[in-house]
């Protein structure tokens, strides 16, 4: 992409089907993953559609999801974008914070996902995945989408607030955390600030997780002598170049910013690798014989175990192709863009769609068909077409932790138990109701000790 | 055949892994306001440290590592 613009650009393809007033609002609502799978095929690797009155250019295939994910802050936008999260994260928090700031505080957050801290939180992860199993029994029935998001929910209050927090947690804190994941809906992204009780409900269940999270940022400031070795910890003694400190609102966004990103992608992952896996048994055979050669002799989950376990690893590679939790990413054009010839005004909003890249048969033959063996990154070009965790300079930074969580769980699960589907195979659905998807509900497996 | 190293700091987030793995090869260095970046202290390292060198690759989250032989 280069900022030289000429008079001969064309303009990018524009989407059927606009309505007055409202754009492609409605029918992206509906589906938005399945919208933007049309909006490529009619249109190709540019295609403009409106979002209530947003112009937004959907970039399609490697070389442009390429050009967007190295595309830099001060050109194509993350801030001007996300400012849906402003709300749920806090005022001045990350896509509200000046630029500066703003990339302290993502070097902050990434800080607390470094080396160090993750051997701790392996230990922690296997600590509460035994914690979760030990009252199953002998058989029995579960939806896995809710005990997913139970346990990550927990995992992710542990390594990231610690141990007191974790342990302190309420139905209260659940309820909070579900109104702000509830407020992240794509009628969100159009105007974050609507009256409607959704957002009032939001707003509360961020003023109120502040409370809390204060409450322990006051004691540990209380108590300077003992460490923690979590994330919190990293956030308190963050500082800015001016060596000032994040302040109480910073960090309890900080906090939020981190659980939310982390959370509500790792339980829906999870539970799709659950179903997947119960739908697969010819492949889970074969990640159990894998896991019986690494743990069979009772060796610990631990940071090391865990790097290599290369079936499990593509399985849920599989998974995170055809079930990827974000689905779309977007970024606002700040200055004119010469793609390729075609001219994306500044205003304009930049997206891609990892859910459609991932089905682009040129790329994955036969693309709904689960297949852990196929290739995913052989090649630069493929790497720029499977796009789970983005890429470039903004690339999810806790994917080394998502992995590593998963591989965690399924280690501990597999051992143990095997996993059958208890509704028809076509029950099972991508849910894209908010904006992480997640299988739909019931997502109920039936689960047997095996012998 | 040698190692010969490379890497593409554009991808480098700081996570560090290199430095666990082989801190003879990989340093990060530390930055007030934005990533760490990783800094390769040998591009050519000693064959008895390959195993670590290769692990340090493998490892990488963002695969900002690449090994070649030369």
Known sequence: MSGAVTPELKLPPKVSGEKPGVGHMEEFSVNFARFLMRCNDECGELAEYNMAGQQTVLMSGPAAQEAFLKGLDKHLSRAAAYQATVPVFGKGVIFDAPPDRMKTQLKIQVDALRYQNMKSYAAVIAEEVEAWVSDWGEEGELDFLDEFIRLTLNTACHCLLGADFRYRMTAEFKALYHDLEKGLQAIAFVDPYLQQPLFEARDNARARLQELISEIIAERRADPDTTYGDALETFMSGTYSDGTSLSDNEITGLVIATMFAGHHTSSGTAAWTAVELARCPEYTADILEELTALFGGGQDLTFENLREIPRLEAFIEEVLRLHPPLVLLMRRVIEDINYEGTLIEAGKTVAISTYGSHRNPVFFPDPETFNPCRDRASTPEMMWAYIPFGGGPHKCAGNAFAMMQLKSIFAALLPKYEFELVDPPEDYQDDLSAIVLKPSSPSRLRYRRRT | ?70
Do not use: W
Request: hydrophobic share 40%; glycine share 2%; proline share 6%.
């Open chain 2, 1 to 70: 055949m040698a190692m010969k190293i490379s890497i593409d700091r554009a991808l480098c987030q700081g996570h560090s892994v290199c430095l666990g793995e082989c801190p003879e090869v990989f340093n990060v260095e530390e930055s007030d306001d934005a990533y760490p970046q990783v800094v390769l202290l040998q591009e050519t390292p000693a064959e008895e440290l390959r195993d670590k060198v290769m692990a340090a690759a493998r490892y990488c989250p963002n695969h900002v590592i690449t090994v070649t032989e030369v």
